[in-house]
């Protein structure tokens, strides 16, 4: 039976179906009341790990929650990212990995989730312009100085996360992945076989035609997951979330969203089961069955 539970670094135990917040709306008003009752129904509802960003926001995202949960029950898991950040000249959002702006990020992520430590804190992407062992030193002392617990990364390469393996412990890994887009499946196979838990991003986003991959092989994998849903008397999404769980025990899906219902199917996913005939032709949707991305 597929486990229900991860520990990720081998200490922080959480259910494996998580929540995204990226989704939601955090400026006054009542769409964020709505965020506010999101947060706490996905909590009430047994989800555990809780994803933001410094991005999602400027840091706004990171209080939305702090405000929706704190003061936060035993076992809940919020991880954040850092290593974005707004250019001066622009304010567009920029890579920016310098260990001065991730310590920055890092203290200011401290104040708005009103924590000592984050348990999990993710690098949102690797600065190109930055050496990688200046990032990942940076995020060291973090750790060393105990502002931070365990270090993730975010959309790697087999090659990166190798590299950044001689350099940090890596707790995470957060790629963009489904079960028609499995771009990211050599690196997933690599934190299946080092034990490292995999968030995927964007999860379930071609569940539906019409869906942000729409066209052409998604198209196609999209149809059939409707179709295996329509026989499983479920959603499409939940099917795709149940493919996910499914297909590797280290495997933490994050779908996010702003809807209390769409929350509610998501979660109830963890329960859907798959049969062994289902299963194949899910798998089918992957590379070597010609169908996904």
Not at 188 to 205: D, K, N, Q, S
């Amino acid at each position: 039976m597929t486990s229900t539970t991860f520990h990720i670094g081998g200490e922080l135990g959480v259910r494996r179906l998580g929540f995204g917040a990226m989704r939601l709306p955090t400026e006054p008003g009542p769409d964020r009341e709505t965020s506010l009752n999101i947060a706490r129904r996905a909590v009430e509802l047994g989800v555990t790990l809780i994803d933001t960003a410094h991005m999602y926001g400027g840091g706004a995202n990171e209080e939305l929650l702090a405000e929706a949960l704190y003061p936060y029950p035993d076992g809940l898991l919020i991880t954040t990212k850092v290593g974005i950040a707004r250019s001066s000249p622009t304010a567009q959002w920029k890579l920016d990995a310098r260990p001065d702006v991730l310590r920055d990020q890092v203290d200011h992520a401290l104040r708005r989730l009103r924590v000592d430590r984050l348990d999990l804190l993710q690098l949102h992407r690797i600065d190109p312009e930055t050496p990688l062992a200046d990032q990942l030193g940076a995020l060291r002392e973090l750790q060393t100085a105990g502002k931070i617990g365990l270090i993730g990364l975010s959309e790697i390469t087999v090659t990166e996360l190798d590299q950044a393996r001689r350099i940090v412990e890596v707790a995470s890994v957060q790629n963009r992945y489904s079960v028609v887009d499995r771009e990211h499946e050599p690196v997933l196979a690599a934190c299946e076989a080092a034990g490292i838990a995999f968030l995927p991003w964007r999860p379930v986003a071609e569940a539906a035609p019409g869906g942000a991959a729409s066209g052409g092989a998604a198209s196609g994998g999209a149809a059939e997951l409707a179709a295996v849903a329509a026989e499983l008397d479920a959603t499409p999404a939940q099917v795709a979330l149940a493919w996910l769980l499914d297909h590797s025990p280290v495997i933490l899906p994050i779908p996010g969203t702003g809807r209390l219902d769409h929350l509610e199917e998501n979660v109830a996913a963890a329960d859907l089961r798959l049969t062994p005939v289902h299963r194949e032709r899910l798998d089918r949707l992957g590379p070597s069955g010609g169908v996904g991305v």
